[in-house]
Each structure stands twice: as C-alpha cells, then as structure tokens.
C-alpha cells in the first residue's frame, strides 16, 4: 500500500493551472506587457502629494477622479516609436490603458485637489483640511 500525504489544496491548484492554460492567451517572446505606471505618494505638513510617471501619455489622455474617498488617476498610453522593415518589427515601450486606485485619508480636503502634468510626471496634491481643533499652551501660574 502506497502512502500519500494529503495536500488540500492541490485541486485547487490543478484547476487554476488548467483555467490559465484555456483563458490564457500564450506568451510568446518579445510579448509587449501592459502598462503599470509607478506612483510615488509623499505627505507634507499641509498637502500629500501623489507623483505618477506617465512617460508618453498626453495630458488630454489622463483622467483623475475622486469617488467615495477614492482618488483615481487613469488613461490610456499610446506608443509612436515602433520599427517596420522587411525582416523584421520592433517595438520596446508598453502601452496600453492604465488605472491606479489610492484610498484618501479623512483629513483630506477633497474639494480643492489640484493635479499638473509636467514633463511626464503627473503632480496631484491633495490638500489637508485644516486642524479644527485649536491647541495652545497654558501658562501655570
């Protein structure tokens, strides 16, 4: 009799191999990737601020949206430079639709975000509501 330890998930495993494998188109070498902008969120003592890089992508391709506490900034990269000959085509940037979701916190004074473009990279500054309680020392006598 042959002894095999248990694995509970291995069926799931299997059917998520086998899933990938039928809805999966194949890769293939040289398979341009899709678009996955890096964001870089920084938090100043009256503002955060949220740098996107967005190399390529035109202004008028950019979306930024706030929802239920939700700043969203999305678009759509398109590329220029891609190499047509006989033998061969070249193309090295991705492209694609992009979408990139970050959680506002609640001093976060919605109603006054302001977002630039400037040489690739998308600034938005989210402002800090301000401190509605007023601290001050007491001097003790």
Do not use: Q, W
């Not at 002894?3 to 191999?17: G, I, K, M, S």
């Not at 955060?48 to 506490?69: F, N, S």
């Not at 061969?88 to 992009?98: A, D, L």
Request: charged share 35%.
């Amino acid at each position: 009799m042959l002894v095999t330890r248990f694995d509970p998930f291995r069926e799931l495993r299997e059917l998520e191999n086998r899933f990938l494998r039928t809805y999966s188109a194949p890769e293939k070498e040289g398979a341009i990737a899709g678009f996955t902008p890096s964001v870089n969120i920084r938090e100043g003592e009256f503002a955060y601020h949220v740098d996107v890089d967005l190399p390529g992508v035109a202004k008028e391709d950019i979306k930024v949206d706030v929802k239920e506490g939700k700043l969203t900034v999305s678009g759509e990269r398109n590329f220029k430079a891609e190499v047509k000959e006989e033998d061969y085509y070249k193309v090295e940037t991705s492209f694609g639709k992009f979408s990139r979701s970050f959680a506002l916190p609640e001093n976060a004074d919605v109603e006054n975000i302001d977002a630039a473009c400037d040489n690739g990279v998308l600034e938005v500054v989210i402002p800090k509501l301000a401190d509605k309680t007023n601290t001050r020392s007491i001097a003790v006598k």
